[in-house]
């Protein structure tokens, strides 16, 4: 088939974007008579309801109605997995931003105002934040998982050299630009159309549908776009919805409610924080004979995707290395914060972030670098997953061409010459490969869908179960659209995202929107060509197959035909042939057996290798990152403007996460760092002063769109790198000091590393400063 689409296209929705005209949820028009909802949450993090108090609020100006859990008409619950989150709290409150009660009033301010004037009385039950201590109490969301291969226990034995630790990985705010809301609006016959921020329209509806008591065919949830998700709207946006929804039952009126960021922060779950303690064992080769891990994950009050999340830990808990004998073991632990829910990456992050620590351990203890470890355990083609899938492998080709292509060897020359040199100033570099699965692990999750039509004037219009939340999954729909038909670029229009349109569909998640959604929209085009070419060729008086569609132009055994695109298609409407066609797919070949925890459950795996240098100010404990290199496998990239923003971001907000983004609640479960003033996000100065992306040449076939691999979470995983690169440069600088796991890796917490009061040259060098001062 002729290509006639670019691979460097660029998004479809750049013009757009830069000019502020792309349409958002607080972009939509509003209806007359458009009321405001805010959400009165619960001030403690775990209680028992005594009394509410609505009477001052209800009195304010301007406020309408105010809804508590009594006013739902259907099952009170959210929860997706497990059915344990009450929309609004009835009898008990479980965190601190947990939603009790709803006021709708004519104005968002004078929502905002009576919000303030309502009372509760929670009588105090005990708080738990930290995950072991919820695991030692028995209090977990699931009962825990464990996947094994080998034998373990008789693998230590074989083992020259064993170490064993504990890490820390803290959660992270998605602050998606976007903030959650949802916009509801009242149809005829008592339906509801909810214009909502969502990763998962379908979730959106089935939810709304069960809390109003209604069927899912009578809401509509549509979205055109979102400001980012980055997994924060694939579960946690149904809430928002579904309040404006049962506002807009009982009132009859269009209900808005866009969070303001404070209540964002406050009321939404993140990342999950993990507790994990390791055990790795190495032969004199360097092989890693054996591993062991338990995970503890931080869940929060509610199920969420936590369990999903924690699989997919356990999928990744060898990252790209092959691992004979491993044994690893999760537990999702139930504490008082809000619930914890997909981030980019999904548990494979926290999961990865062990092995590495573990290797880092080990280096250390053995005195070498840990690539040394890392280079002599990847992943070949062949090899097996612990969760039974083998590998087809390019962690090795990622690794060699990472080392070839940005001369390791210089670059650790430069390093070690640089703290040789300087006694304030250190540099400090870390490999970091990674191996990621692509398929939702929930197999029947993995569904795309596409609804195409071809107009009677050539125009195409596209609708898919995909959500475009900046990732670009809809430039890509476009140029598959545009090859299939060798149809220019501006006759296709992809629409927004309505499950009236396309049913069923799973949220735009774990990277797979493209392929899946893709794949169905190339049958669909493929289905929609080939009746065209049964049309021409009895236009034509020639057999279809000598047909081809090129540019707009109609081709007979190569030749120019009489026909182009226009006509053809008005030839097919005459014949009263369909121009239209819903198509659906399914990636063949996954499956996994939770029984035995083995299977196949990825369509592929996306490697890569980064090779990341930082430099730290011994002084004042900031950092930089002076550079990622990295070669990364693209499969057949589609279009490497949209793969490198991926990339690019990804990288940048992985890096944010291991380095200066720190979740702090207190111990009442309260969240401290609540606003942008306590919380860092990386920002155009932190950002890498240099990212070299390049992509692996491979000619492999693979189950990716146009085998264009999946690229929205994997780069994520390349920001582990820079954790181990900043410990990297504090050994440098204070050689004997032993470093716990813990990230993020703060400015604070690497200041205290340089100077740990128990060694005794800090001891001299305190006392030193203390006499100065
Ligand atoms: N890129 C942007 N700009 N905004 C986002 O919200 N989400 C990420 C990633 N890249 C996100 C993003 C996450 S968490 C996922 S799962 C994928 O995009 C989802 O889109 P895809 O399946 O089309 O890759
Ligand atoms: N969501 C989900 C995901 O439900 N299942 C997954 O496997 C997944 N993976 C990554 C991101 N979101
Ligand atoms: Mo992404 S965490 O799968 O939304």
């Known amino acids: 088939m002729k290509i006639c689409v670019p691979t460097n296209m660029k998004n479809i929705d750049s013009y757009t974007h830069v000019r502020g005209e792309s349409v958002y949820l607080d972009d939509i028009p509003l209806l007359k008579g458009t009321l405001y909802a805010i959400a009165f949450d619960s001030p403690l993090a775990h209680g028992k309801i005594i009394s509410l108090d609505l009477s001052e609020a209800i009195a304010m100006p301007g406020v309408v109605r105010i809804f508590t859990a009594k006013d739902i008409p259907g099952e009170n619950q959210i929860g997706g997995i497990i059915p344990d989150e009450e929309l609004l709290a009835s009898t008990h409150v479980h965190f601190c931003g947990m939603p009790v009660a709803l006021v709708v009033a004519e104005s968002e301010e004078a929502g905002r105002l009576a919000v303030k004037k309502i009372n509760i009385n929670i009588e105090p039950l005990p708080v738990i934040t930290d995950p072991r201590e919820a695991q030692a109490k028995g209090e977990l969301i699931v009962a825990p998982r464990t996947f094994q291969m080998g034998d373990i226990a008789s693998a230590w034995a074989q083992c020259d050299q064993i170490f064993e630790g504990s890490t820390e990985t803290n959660g992270q705010e998605h602050l998606y630009i976007e903030t959650q809301g949802a916009y509801a609006i009242p149809m005829e016959n008592g339906a509801i159309r909810i214009y909502s921020s969502t990763q998962g329209p379908t979730a959106v509806q089935r939810t709304a549908a069960s809390v109003l008591h209604m069927s899912m065919h009578e809401i509509e949830v549509d979205t055109t776009r979102l400001g980012g998700g980055f997994g924060g709207k694939e579960d946690q946006a149904s809430a928002w919805a579904i309040l404006c929804a049962l506002a807009t039952y009982h009132l009859k009126k269009p209900v808005k409610y866009a969070l303001h960021r404070m209540e964002d922060m406050r009321m939404t779950g993140k990342r999950h924080p993990y507790s994990s303690d390791f055990k790795i064992g190495l032969d004199k080769n360097m092989k890693i004979l054996a591993y062991e891990a338990t995970f503890y994950q931080n869940a929060g009050a509610a199920a969420d995707l936590s369990p999903a999340v924690m699989e997919r830990t356990l999928f990744h808990c060898t990252n790209s290395y092959f691992v004979p004998n491993v044994k690893a ?293 900031i950092y930089e990152v002076d550079s990622v290199k990295v070669v990364h496998d693209f499969g057949t990239s589609m279009n490497t403007i949209v793969d490198l923003g991926q990339c690019e971001g990804g990288i940048v907000q992985g890096i944010g996460w291991m380095t200066m983004e720190e979740i702090v609640y207190d111990k009442e479960g309260k969240l401290r760092s609540n606003a942008l003033s306590t919380y860092k996000v990386p920002d155009i100065y932190s950002v890498p002063k240099e990212i070299t992306i390049h992509a692996l040449d491979t000619k492999k076939d693979n189950l990716a769109v146009f085998r264009s691999k999946a690229v929205g979470e994997p780069p994520l995983m390349y920001g582990i790198g820079a954790y181990f690169a900043l410990r990297n440069a504090v050994k440098a600088f204070n050689p004997t000091v032993d470093l716990p796991f813990d990230a993020p890796m703060t400015p604070e917490k690497l200041l205290m590393s340089l100077y740990p009061p128990s060694t005794k040259r800090n001891k001299k060098e305190q006392g030193e400063f203390t006499q100065a001062q």
């Open 329 to 621: 073991t999760a537990y999702s632990c139930r504490t008082h914060l809000p619930p914890n829910t997909a981030f980019r990456g999904f548990g494979g992050p926290q999961g990865m972030f062990v092995i590495e620590a573990a290797i880092a351990k080990a280096a250390d203890a053995l005195g070498i670098p840990a690539s040394d470890i890392q280079s002599a355990n990847l992943l070949r083609t062949g090899d097996e997953f612990p969760y039974g899938q083998a590998a087809e492998s390019e962690a090795n080709e990622c690794w060699k061409k990472t080392e070839e292509l940005y001369n390791i060897n210089a670059l650790r020359r430069e390093v070690e010459d640089f703290n040789n040199k300087n006694k304030l100033h250190k540099k400090g570099l870390a490999l970091m490969p990674i191996c990621f699965g692509i398929s939702f692990t929930k197999t029947r999750m993995n569904q795309g869908r596409s609804l195409v039509h071809v107009y009677t004037d050539g125009s195409v219009s596209v609708s898919t179960g995909a959500v475009e939340m900046g990732q670009g999954v809809n430039t890509k729909i476009l140029q598959v659209v545009a090859r299939v038909f060798s149809l220019d670029p501006n006759r296709i229009k992809i629409h927004s995202t309505n499950t009236y349109r396309i049913a069923n569909t799973s949220p735009t998640a774990a990277s797979a929107a493209a392929d899946l959604n893709g794949k169905a929209t190339e049958i669909a085009c493929l289905e929609i060509l080939n009746r065209l070419k049964i049309v021409a060729g009895e236009e034509l008086n020639v057999p279809a197959d000598t047909i081809e569609i090129k540019e707009g132009k109609v081709y007979t055994n190569g030749q120019l035909s009489i026909l182009n695109w226009d006509d053809l298609v008005i030839r097919t409407f005459t014949r009263r042939v369909s121009l239209s066609e819903h198509a659906h797919y399914t990636p063949p070949g996954i499956h996994f057996d939770p029984a035995k925890e083995k299977g196949h459950p990825f369509a592929y795996h996306v490697y890569g290798t980064a090779i990341i240098t930082v430099t730290i100010d011994c002084l004042r404990g």
